[in-house]
């Protein structure tokens, strides 16, 4: 009879269930899963945004009277919107923007190496977020204090 190691030595063999709703908020998710997640999330940010950011795009090249509007969106505002949220607004969109980056540099880099592994997949998503999150900050600087 064939018997698996674990059973020789005497321990149980590990129990995979899927977890339920009521353990969500207490289950916790590698930094791999996380960054999977987020991935997709700031994916859909992203695109539901563009219409924003071409809007932002067209006014900053456009003319000289169309960047002097785009600029002063951000001090006065625009329409019923500060000018506080419309920063609010570019920045989420530019670390979204970042983090969707450095989560697809990091899928297209397991992919091309297939460097799967667990250790690879910890350090590279912490890697993704801090990387991501240091640039939308630094540009972040930019955007409301400079």
Known sequence: MVTSLQEQRGTPRPIHRNIHITQIASYRLPPAGIVSILHRIT????????????????????????YAQFSSAFAAGLGLFPGWLVKIVAFALIWAYLLHLCSGIRHLWMDATHEVDLAFGRWSAIAAMAIGTLIAFAVGIKLFVL
């Open 43 to 66: 994916g859909a940010f992203v695109f539901l945004l563009l219409p924003f950011a071409i809007w932002m795009f067209d006014k900053s090249v456009t003319s000289e009277v169309s």
